[in-house]
């Protein structure tokens, strides 16, 4: 089982940056494919986008796609999901999940093990 900790998240104007940390806390991070989720208010958790245990390829979700990247580095057990261009609909609770030896593309179901979230909120 792998413990999770997000970290980085607040308060940002529409058009601003964050960027989201999660410290995993396992001897074998580099053989986890991790994503990040989001839940906004009142909406069910959805996909935000992953990054690949081997060769670290990344998916995102559409609505993501051209303003947050997501990266990793082995070294500290962390991945990230830099966030610009904020959008007011981002507004969410952000979570880190692991999955072992997983795809990319898994599906949510997938993944084993997640963080207890971070509170993102855009204003307008």
């Known amino acids: 089982q792998v413990h999770l900790v997000e970290s980085g998240g607040g308060l940002v104007q529409a058009g601003g940056s964050l960027r989201l940390s999660c410290l995993a806390s396992t001897r074998t991070f580099a053989n986890y494919s991790m994503g990040w989720f989001r839940q906004p208010p009142g909406k069910q958790r959805e996909f935000v986008g992953a990054?690949?245990?081997?060769?670290?390829?990344?998916h995102y979700a559409g609505s993501v796609e051209g303003r947050f990247t997501i990266s990793r580095d082995n070294a500290k057990n962390t991945v990230y999901l830099q966030m610009n261009s904020l959008k007011p609909e981002d507004t969410a609770v952000y979570y880190c999940?692991?999955?072992?030896?997983?795809?990319?593309?898994?599906?949510?179901?997938?993944?084993?093990?997640w963080g207890q979230g971070t509170q993102v909120t855009v204003s307008s």
């Open positions: 990054i690949s245990w081997a060769g670290g390829g990344t």
């Open positions: 999940a692991a999955n072992l030896r997983g795809s990319r593309y898994s599906p949510m179901y997938e993944y084993t093990d």
